[in-house]
C-alpha cells in the first residue's frame, strides 16, 4: 500500500510539473489541455499532500496570470475551475488572497463595484497581505484597472464562470482571514446585493442564486462589519425578505397573509412540497437572515422596522406551515426558521396568529393556532430524539415561552395541550408519555440550560402562580427556579396575566388534602418513625441531627441553607445552628398566603 501511495504521489508531481510547464508556455490551447486534465483528476480531492504545496502554489499564481488576461471562453472557464479546486487547500491560499487576485475573482463572479467612491473602506484592516499595502486606494485603482482592460465587460453573461468564481471566493473566505479582511475592504458585499435585487429576474440560474446568497452567508457570519452594513446601509431584512418571498412563489391575499401563487384556495398541509433547489436557496437566506437578527430581539424597535419583521414573521410562518422533499430536509427547514422566528422582536410575533381561522385549521378562542401549534409539534419531536437538546430543543421551546408570556390566547392554547386540567394524582410529574410528564423531566436535566428553560416554560404557562407550579410539577423540581426566583415562600412572579378563574377537576379536588407537595401526588401513609417517644426523646434526636449537621459543616463536607425571609436561600452561620441547636422545635413564622390555588388558563 505504501509502495502505490508513494507512485501515485510521484505521478502527481510529474504530472503537475507537466502542467506548470504547459502554462508557462503562454499558449491557451496547451495550458486549456493541462488544466482539462488536472481538473478532471481533481475534482474530488478536498485534502492535499505537503509534498507539492509550493508547486500548487506556482500554479495558482499561473492562473491568475491567465485570469489577467483576454481568454477563450474555454479556457477561462478551465482557469476558474483549477482555482476552485486550488482554493480548498486552506494552507496555500497566498497566490488569491491577494487585493488583486480577490478583486479579478470579483469580477468574473459580477460582483465588483467602485470602492474608490467610498473611501471610508478603501484601506485594509490589520491582517492586510505583504506587497499590497500602502495607499488603499492605489491598489484599488491600479488592481481595477488590470481587471477592466483585460475584459472591458463589467457583467459576465456566461453563468458557468460566474459560479466557478464565486465558489472559489466563498472556499478563500471559508479558509483565510486575510481573504475575510480583503472582501471586507473590496465591500463585495455590495455587488452581491446588488444581484440579489434581481430576484424576480428568470435571467440567473439556481446554482448563480444560490452561491450568491452562500457567499452571502460566509461574509455575515464572518464579519461583524459586513453584517452590519447589510442590515443598516443595503436594507438587509426587507431584500432578503423579498428574495425569500420569490424563492418561496408567494402571494399574499391579505395583509399580513401568505398563500403560495396558484394553489392559494389549497390548505397549507395539502400543498404539494418545495422542491430541492427552492429549499437550498431558502435555508440559506433564512441563515443569512439569523446572522443579520441577531441582536434584534434584545433592542427596541421602530415603527418602520416593525413593520418589515411583522412581514417577515409572515413569511415565516408560511415556511413553518411547508413541506420540503422528505422529512429529514422538511426538519431542517423548519429548524432555520424557527432559529430566525426566535430573533424578531417578541411584539413582532403576533402575525404567528393573523391569518383567519379556514376550514382544517386549528381553532382556540377564535384565533388560528396552526402555526403555534405546528411549533409545539416540532419542539416535541426534538425532545423526543434527546439528541443535543441544548442546541435543537431549546430554539423552538424559548420561542413558545415568549409567545405565551406576551400572546394570551398562545398561553391559554398551549397550556391546554401542555397543562391540561389534572386528574392523575397518583404518579409523579415527571413519570409518563405525557408532554408535561416530559417537560418535567428536563427540569432536572444535568445542562444548566436546559433545567432552567423547560422550568421557565411550564412557569409561564402557570402565569408564575408559585402554587399552580407546584401544583403540576411537585416542591421538589420546582425548588431550582422558585430559589433562583426568590419565591420558595410562595406567592407570584411580576408578570402580567388576567384574573384567574376555578378550574380543578373533580379528581384533584378528592386528593388534594393527601397529596405530597414535594412529589405532586398521593402517596401511601408511612408508619411515623416518632409514634411512641416522648417529646424529651424527640428534642434529643433533634439535637443529634442538628449536631451531625453542624460537624458536616465544620469539615466543609456540606453547607447548610436556610430560608430567608425574602423568599430566598441563605447560608446558615455557625451561630444559626447554635439557635436551632438550643431551640429544636420552634418553627419559622410562615407569611400567610392569601392566594387562590384556582387554575384559569
Known amino acids: 500500500m505504501q509502495a502505490e501511495a508513494a507512485a501515485s504521489l510521484i505521478t502527481t508531481k510529474m504530472d503537475l510539473n507537466a502542467i506548470i510547464e504547459q502554462m508557462e508556455t503562454g499558449d491557451q490551447d496547451s495550458a486549456l489541455a493541462a488544466l482539462q486534465s488536472y481538473n478532471k483528476e481533481m475534482n474530488q480531492c ?3 499532500s505537503n509534498e507539492d504545496e509550493r508547486d500548487r502554489e506556482h500554479l495558482g499564481e499561473l492562473v491568475l496570470g491567465f485570469l489577467n488576461r483576454d481568454l477563450q471562453p474555454s479556457c477561462l472557464l478551465a482557469c476558474l475551475e483549477t482555482v476552485r479546486i486550488l482554493s480548498r ?4 491560499l497566498d497566490p488569491f488572497i491577494t487585493r488583486s487576485a480577490m478583486l479579478t475573482l470579483a469580477h468574473y463572479a459580477g460582483i465588483v463595484v467602485d470602492i474608490t467612491a467610498t473611501p471610508a473602506h478603501s484601506h485594509l484592516v490589520e491582517g492586510q497581505v505583504e506587497g499590497e499595502g500602502g495607499n488603499g486606494e492605489e491598489a484599488a485603482e491600479e488592481s481595477s484597472k488590470m481587471v477592466k482592460e483585460s475584459s472591458p465587460h463589467s457583467e459576465n453573461s456566461d453563468q458557468e464562470v460566474i459560479v466557478e468564481a464565486l465558489k472559489s471566493i466563498c472556499n478563500i473566505l471559508l479558509h483565510n482571514e486575510t481573504g475575510q479582511v480583503v472582501a471586507a475592504d473590496l465591500q463585495l458585499i455590495k455587488g452581491v446585493a446588488e444581484r440579489l435585487k434581481q430576484c424576480h429576474d428568470p435571467t440567473w440560474n439556481h446554482e448563480v442564486r444560490f452561491f450568491d446568497l452562500r457567499l452571502t452567508f460566509l461574509l455575515t457570519a464572518l464579519r461583524v462589519d459586513v453584517r452590519a452594513q447589510l442590515a443598516q446601509e443595503l436594507h438587509g431584512i426587507s431584500l432578503l425578505g423579498n428574495q425569500l418571498d420569490a424563492t418561496l412563489d408567494l402571494c399574499w391575499p391579505d395583509t399580513l397573509e401568505t398563500a403560495r401563487a396558484g394553489f392559494e384556495s389549497i390548505p397549507p398541509e395539502e400543498l404539494p412540497p418545495l422542491s430541492r433547489e427552492q429549499t437550498e436557496r431558502a435555508m440559506e437566506i433564512l441563515k443569512i437572515l439569523f446572522n443579520v437578527t441577531f441582536d434584534t430581539s434584545r ?42 422566528l426566535g430573533n424578531l422582536p417578541l411584539p413582532c410575533l403576533d402575525v404567528l396568529l393573523m391569518p383567519k381561522v379556514q376550514q382544517g385549521s386549528i381553532e382556540y378562542m377564535g384565533v388560528n393556532m396552526d402555526a403555534v401549534n405546528m411549533l409545539l409539534e416540532f419542539m416535541e419531536r426534538k425532545l423526543d430524539r434527546g439528541h443535543k437538546l441544548k442546541e435543537t430543543l431549546l430554539p423552538s421551546l424559548n420561542l413558545l415561552t415568549e409567545s405565551a408570556r406576551i400572546h394570551r390566547e398562545t398561553r391559554k392554547f398551549l397550556r391546554s395541550k401542555v397543562l391540561p386540567p389534572l386528574r392523575d394524582v397518583k404518579n409523579r410529574p415527571e413519570v409518563g ?24 416554560f411550564l412557569f409561564v404557562l402557570c402565569k408564575e402562580n408559585v402554587s399552580r407550579f407546584i401544583k403540576y ?21 411580576s408578570g402580567i396575566y ?9 379528581e384533584y379536588k378528592e386528593a388534594k388534602a393527601h397529596i405530597n407537595p414535594i ?13 411512641g417517644m416522648t417529646e424529651e426523646q424527640k428534642e434529643l434526636e433533634a439535637m443529634k441531627l442538628v449536631s451531625m449537621f453542624d460537624r458536616l459543616s465544620r469539615c466543609n463536607v456540606i453547607q447548610p441553607m436556610q430560608l430567608g425571609m425574602d423568599g430566598k436561600m441563605r447560608e446558615m452561620t455557625p451561630d444559626d445552628l447554635h439557635k436551632v441547636s438550643h431551640n429544636p422545635l420552634v418553627q419559622p413564622e410562615e407569611p400567610t398566603n392569601s392566594e387562590s390555588e384556582d387554575d384559569a388558563q
Do not use: W
Request: glycine fraction near 8%; charge should be negative; include cysteine.
Open 473 to 493: 410539577t411537585g416542591y421538589g423540581n420546582a425548588a431550582g427556579l422558585l430559589a433562583a426566583r426568590g419565591l420558595l415562600r410562595g406567592g407570584r412572579d
Open 89 to 92: 487547500d486552506k494552507h496555500r
Open 299 to 340: 433592542r427596541k424597535v421602530d415603527e418602520e422596522e416593525a413593520a418589515e419583521y411583522r412581514h417577515l414573521g409572515a413569511i415565516l410562518r408560511h415556511c413553518l406551515l411547508s413541506h420540503a422533499d422528505g422529512e429529514e430536509r422538511t426538519e431542517e427547514f423548519h429548524s432555520h426558521t424557527v432559529n430566525l
Open 433 to 456: 408519555n405525557a408532554l408535561r410528564n416530559k417537560i418535567v423531566r428536563l427540569m432536572t436535566h444535568i445542562d444548566t440550560d436546559v433545567k432552567d428553560h423547560a422550568a421557565e
Open 498 to 506: 388576567s384574573e384567574d378563574e376555578d378550574s380543578e377537576t373533580e
Open 46 to 48: 478536498f485534502t492535499f
Open 519 to 531: 412529589t405532586g401526588v398521593v402517596e401511601e401513609e408511612q408508619p411515623n418513625p416518632m409514634e
